[in-house]
DNA sequence: TCGAGTTGTATAGATCAATAGACAATGAAA
DNA sequence: TTTCATTGTCTATTGATCTATACAACTCGA
């Protein structure tokens, strides 16, 4: 590897596959910055002529690209300067049996919160009474939430509890801001994540408003179940996570951490 | 919405967005096949028309988004008949302390298979000497495999083992066509998945390769390490699961399904 | 102050993506 | 056979995307 030039591994850009040339050139500078392959120290990227001859394409196409990330929050250009990036790797998410939301991201980010949005009751589907051990039709509490790091949504969340057993969840996790804490007020003092399923697809528009994303990037869909120390299922979310700002990691215990 | 119509819950594809019509609707449809929603119990899609009205597009539009997927493989037109789709659900593949390659896929499809080459002698990076606790430089194996399902590719896998103490895994794995049984020759006759990373990214053109993929797609990516029962990591590998063709299912022990 | 390096703006032409409408060709059922 | 539903082909038009070239505006260090 001859210094400058190619820097890297990543993808060619393609033409004539049905995805514009600047959005391809996006995704692929955005998915650089989470590696970290991207941008130097300074967080300063590589000159607009020089991006451009990398990736074959005339300058006004990578100006493309660079907006689109500057609308979406990712680079800001600076007139005379050159262009910065806002974070560069992307945070580590764990899941395990000890997963809890607002642990784990630990030290990851200088600044990180969670909105919870009111609770509303609604009848459970199939689905959900199912996961939650319910008979369908059942009056199941939702919560809605987001994660953020450094102001930026890394996380969405979609609960579901059995309203019988936790009638104020909602207010107990907003007032709390953990739900661990909202749990023990309903005697639940422990509990264990049984199973996680994962999937991957691209953001609607759903993803993109509430996660700030452009179309076209990556979204990670964990469906999740955890249970109380008697086993008993309590609680059944599904978590929508930004690709290229979060990556997820199972830890068998026994193994690694033993807690 | 009486009936046909509507079917689901996606849907909403964007303009302007830098990604074709045609590749959204494509991309949909074939999300949809996964999903199960869409093409009736034979098989078939609603013709072009219904679906040109359902998406809101000219006709056009539709056939290059079917004609996209034709030659993806996934469907397949005939005229004056319809549209035929190939697979319907995606698999699902479990990941877990007992995390097994050849098993877990299970009774989900007709036939299965792995296709494994011929592994080569490399130099350890620093990620992959970490991850199997070697000094960095050592030699390691590389073994890359493929699955299939039908027919048609749901993973592929770069493995990385110690050189010296599994020097001929390569040929033993492809002999023995399971890892289990080519680890026991190396007197390893247990072992359990320690960690696994997740993460999830755009199909870059070497997974349009190995995969059968149109570029647009989305791929699941884990890096995994086993190790055996004393502890020690062996094999550390990755591998790359087309989203739309494979979930992940991750279970704790000790709650749910128990072995 | 000057010049090199950078981002911002403008204009024009070429190619791709999407629409519109019309009709041909095939398969299946009345 | 006739009719209908379906996929396949054609032509024309509009707007989005990409290229090419030029120059303006701003920052910073010599």
Avoid: C
Avoid at 62 to 75: D, N, P, S
Avoid at 141 to 164: C, H, L, M, N, Y
Avoid at 219 to 231: L, S, Y
Avoid at 233 to 259: C, H, I, M, N, W
Wanted: aromatic letters at 6%; charged letters at 25%; proline letters at 3%.
């Amino acid at each position: 590897m001859t210094g400058a030039g190619t820097t890297g591994k990543r993808r060619a850009i393609q033409r004539g596959v049905g995805v514009a040339l600047w959005r391809q050139i996006a995704d692929d500078i955005r998915g650089g910055l989470a590696a970290g392959t991207l941008a130097g120290a300074e967080g300063r990227l590589p000159p607009e002529a020089a991006l451009a001859e990398r990736f074959g394409v005339n300058r006004h196409t990578v100006r493309a690209a660079i907006a689109a990330l500057a609308h979406e929050g990712v680079l800001h250009p600076v007139h005379g300067r050159g262009t910065f990036a806002r974070r560069q790797k992307r945070l580590v998410y764990p899941i395990g049996e000890r997963t809890r939301f607002s642990t784990g991201l630990g030290s990851q980010a200088r600044e990180r919160h969670t909105d919870i949005f009111a609770g509303v009751q609604e009848s459970a589907s199939t689905e959900i009474a199912k996961a939650l051990g319910l008979e369908a039709g059942s009056k199941v509490i939702r919560v809605e939430a987001r994660g953020s790091a450094d102001g930026v949504p890394v996380s969405r969340a979609t609960s579901w509890f059995d309203a019988q057993r936790f009638p104020t969840i909602a207010e107990a996790y907003a007032d709390a801001g953990s739900l661990s804490a909202a749990l023990r007020k309903f005697g639940v003092e422990d509990y264990l994540r049984a199973s996680t399923r994962i999937e991957a697809r691209h953001a609607d528009e759903a993803d993109a408003r509430d996660l700030r994303l452009s179309p076209g990037a990556v979204v990670i869909v964990t469906h999740a179940i955890n249970v109380d120390m008697k086993g008993d299922p309590f609680q059944y979310s599904r978590t929508r996570f930004p690709a290229d700002r979060v990556e997820l990691v199972v830890e068998s215990q026994g193994k690694t951490t033993v807690d």
